[in-house]
């Protein structure tokens, strides 16, 4: 997979491109990482990149002109079609089905938008979609995009090193996922729930169910589907909502 980055900020992604996973996939061939400075693609003498909004108010605007050219430039160049993504707070939410569609890209180019936001036209004529990582505002899109890169380098096939560990972890199922213990049986007078030291598998992976709905619903009860629930899962909750 190719990821091509259009950012004010190339520098913002130096160290990142170099540690853990990012940096494992990018070793290992499975991602390539293009960073492009979008003041490269500017025309005039100042290499200006932003101006003020039409209609008044606060703050600069991301001009159209040289995220057009960067986007036209990029085209041409292998390999083939981008899948192109603005990164703003106005963007569709970020979550763990729309990283497993993005992962299964060919290319993507992801563009950092900054200031009080980029001209609409890029987002309307420019762009496959436009991203947004939470609900709130950072100062410009590197950061989403790092997220948008990391989250969707570990499930590049060749990345990971256990396949399973990824079906089993939150989201996978649309629920949270069940809390984890390792050693010391005791910490600081806390022990670790007896199921788990039982070797019983069954006992074990129910209990573990159990967990992961009753903090999912807890704590994030909009991502319980019940397409989604077993019997005994429904069983569980309607307990739950007793308590
Ligand atoms: N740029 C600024 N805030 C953002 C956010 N929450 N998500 C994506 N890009 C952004």
Request: proline residues 8%; aromatic residues 6%; charged residues 30%.
């Amino acid at each position: 997979m190719v990821v091509d980055i259009l950012t004010l900020a190339p520098g913002y992604f130096a160290s990142p491109l170099q540690e853990g996973m990012i940096g494992r996939g990018i070793r290992q061939g499975a991602i390539r990482v293009r960073i492009f400075q979008l003041r490269e693609f500017s025309t005039d003498r100042h290499r200006t990149v932003d101006d003020r909004p039409f209609g008044g108010g606060a703050g600069m605007i991301l001009k159209p002109e040289p995220i057009a050219r960067a986007l036209n430039f990029l085209r041409q160049v292998p390999p083939g079609p981008p899948q192109v993504v603005l990164l703003t707070p106005r963007g569709r939410p970020l979550d763990q089905a729309l990283v497993k569609k993005l992962s299964g890209k060919r290319r993507l180019i992801l563009i950092c938008g900054r200031y009080e936001g980029v001209d609409e036209r890029i987002a309307a004529h420019y762009c496959h979609d436009q991203i947004s990582i939470g609900d709130y505002v950072l100062s410009g899109g590197e950061p989403a995009a790092l997220v948008v890169l990391d989250a969707v380098v570990r499930l590049q096939p060749q990345v990971l090193g256990c396949p399973e560990s990824k079906d089993e972890e939150s989201y996978e199922d649309g629920l949270l996922e069940y809390p984890h213990y390792t050693r010391p049986r005791i910490f600081e007078g806390h022990p670790v729930p007896e199921v788990l030291l039982t070797g019983d598998h069954e006992r074990v992976r129910h209990w573990r169910r159990r967990q992961a709905l009753s903090r999912t619903w807890e704590i994030r009860p909009g991502l319980i589907r019940e397409e989604g629930l077993t019997p005994d899962d429904l069983q569980l909750i309607r307990e739950i909502k007793k308590r």
